[in-house]
């Protein structure tokens, strides 16, 4: 095998340098303080676990991908966590079950997929977001949404659009009023994603083409799916999108598309996709699903996650920065000073040094700082 070039790093991890390691911590540190204004409290699990403890923690119809790993240790396999939201939901079932519900939990910290995206070249992101465990209803997902606008708010995003989807419809759907073969419904919902009326059409799932057509604009959407005749099935979820609508008040530009599953691989009744101008792909996404205990019980849930990559990535974060070089021979009590004044100081460590590429924005003259 070739040498690996020195610092070259596998396909979709990287190094963040200055300023953006920075912005990252203080971006996370933004979002954490506003979902503990909630009332969220913060919890921190591990970047690995057993296998068995990820894997079938939510319910869910769909495998997951996971970047495992054999530990030497324990001889069990172990995963790279993908999302922290199974975590919170391990944490909710076990240690902290005979919590009072519902249970308002919040996370941040870096997840690993096991595939890039086309959307996101990264495998590694940094992910932050909350949990409201016990309540998967319209009330709960109002307070879920309106924390993530407020997060996204107070990190800098502007024009916030919420993307919402109903990602188990057509298996709602199938068992009812628009019957389905079991073994059909995995290709319906497949065309229904790539919005293919024909294909729908040639599979005999004709019941399901005005779906295809609904998506859109919140008031046109919610109109063309109240049109629907599926026997009342669609009603509650219907009057769920219309309660949280409410709720917002205009505080984000709000879309259905009713079938989108992309992405949504244990999420139930509502699923959402938060986006703001000009950032590139999703910023975030979320909504109810449904936590496995050892014992058989199902405990509902709600939640939100962001991603802060595409924050760092358009520069939100940043600070201006006040870094002073401070020549050698400064008594140390004034350069204590300018640092609680806020000052960074970066300190000559001989007498040859100067502020020269050190990034410095003023230098110490005569104990004043003074622009460079
Ligand atoms: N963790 C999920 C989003 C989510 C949080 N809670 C419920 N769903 C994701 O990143 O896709």
Known sequence: M??????????????????????????????????????????????????????????????????????????????????????????AATRMAGRTRPLRLAYGGEVLKLRATQ??????????GAELVGSDSVAAASEILSMAVDALEAAGVTDITIDLTLPDLVPTLAAGPFPLDPGLVDSVRAELDEKDAGAIAALGADAYLPLVHAAGPLDMAMERMRAIDAGGALQSRLDGIAGIADALQGRATITLDPTERHGFEYQSWLGFSLF?????????????????????????????????????????????????????????????????????????????????????????????????
């Open 2 to 91: 070739s040498k690996i070039p020195p610092g070259l790093l596998p396909e979709g991890l990287r190094d963040r340098l200055p300023p953006e390691a920075e912005a990252a911590a203080r971006l996370l540190r933004s979002i954490m303080d506003s979902v503990a204004s909630y009332g969220y409290e913060r919890v921190s699990p591990p970047l690995a676990e057993f296998e068995e403890g990820l894997v079938g923690q939510l319910k869910s119809d769909g495998a997951q991908d996971l970047l495992r790993i054999i530990d030497p240790v324990s001889r069990r396999t172990l995963a790279l966590r993908p999302d922290i939201t199974a975590q919170v939901g391990r944490i």
């Open 119 to 128: 959307l996101r070249p990264e495998r590694q992101l940094l992910q932050a």
């Open 276 to 372: 703001g101008a000009d950032m590139a792909g999703e910023l975030g996404r979320g909504g109810s699903y449904t936590i496995c205990h050892a014992d058989g019980a199902e405990e509902v849930a709600m939640g939100f996650s962001l991603y802060l990559d595409p924050l760092i990535d358009a520069g939100l974060g940043w600070k201006e920065k006040k870094r002073l070089f401070v020549p050698l021979g400064t008594e140390s009590d004034l350069a204590d000073r300018l640092r609680s004044e806020g000052w960074r100081t970066v300190a000559a460590l001989t007498d040859a040094d100067t502020a020269d590429g050190l990034d410095c924005t003023h230098q110490l003259i005569n104990g004043e700082p003074e622009p460079l």
